[in-house]
């Protein structure tokens, strides 16, 4: 029996957490033993770690073969759509695999480095960031910290803020009432992170900047923020 996790040869973040991880909560609904979960191979390869923290090893993974491969035969294959959102059971594992919450609050900035941060890049991010150290932000980028510790950067922060993407979608991980100050693209402003108030009780505020579109890819189009709008976000806030 196989459980059908995803095929994209897509190993993006943000596509793991819309997609993928509300399917575990399905899986994780099943009695031992489950069935075996069916997915890419590059999806494979690359978020195996993370895959980790819910339990799942190399042994509950079968390969999607490749067209010059031999075809897979199953007895039986479960589908299941993807709740946008429906993570209890897969954060309770996680939670569980990296300890218990501590007590310090932190502010903390998401800095997207390297090639993530050409995609929606801020172009006046210097200037942004000044006024949030005075307010007590930290800018971190997450490549340099293990999934574990990740996650508990995220359920020890009181606010997260950052460019639209998927480093902000770890909030997922923050405990309830957390702050969230989102700074996107018009061409890439999505209502899914406003729309977490309900089941994670998050409380947020997103500032959408100026673009420079591109013909090539408008979604990823720099853009730059009216740093008043950001410093009356931040009020909003409370911070």
Request: with cysteine.
């Amino acid at each position: 029996d196989l459980f059908h996790l995803t095929y994209r040869p897509d190993a993006n973040y943000t596509h793991f957490i819309l997609e993928i991880l509300p399917k575990i909560h399905y899986w994780l609904m099943f009695p031992e033993p489950r069935p075996r979960l069916l997915l890419s191979r590059a999806v494979a390869e690359r978020l195996l770690p993370l895959l980790g923290l819910y339990g799942i090893g190399a042994e509950d993974i079968v390969i999607v073969p490749s067209l010059w491969e031999t075809p897979l035969c199953a007895r039986r294959i479960y589908l299941s759509s993807a709740p946008m959102l429906t993570h209890d059971a897969a954060l309770r594992a996680v939670r569980s695999a990296v300890g218990d919450r501590r007590e310090a609050r932190r502010r903390i900035y998401i800095h997207r480095r390297g090639e993530k941060s050409w995609f929606r890049k801020l172009l006046n991010e210097s200037k942004a960031l000044e006024i949030l150290a005075a307010r007590g932000f930290e800018s971190l980028a997450l490549e340099d910290f293990t999934l574990p510790e990740q996650v508990a950067l995220f359920r020890e922060a009181e606010c997260i803020a950052g460019v639209y993407g998927g480093g902000l979608f770890n909030t997922i991980f923050c405990e309830p009432g957390t702050r969230l100050l989102s700074l996107t693209s018009p061409d890439y402003h999505r209502s899914i992170l406003d729309a977490l108030p309900e089941p994670l009780k998050l409380r947020g505020a997103t500032v959408v900047g100026e673009s420079f579109s591109t013909k090539l890819d408008r979604n990823n189009s720099p853009f730059v923020l009216d740093l008043s709008a950001m410093t009356a976000a931040c009020d909003l806030l409370e911070l």
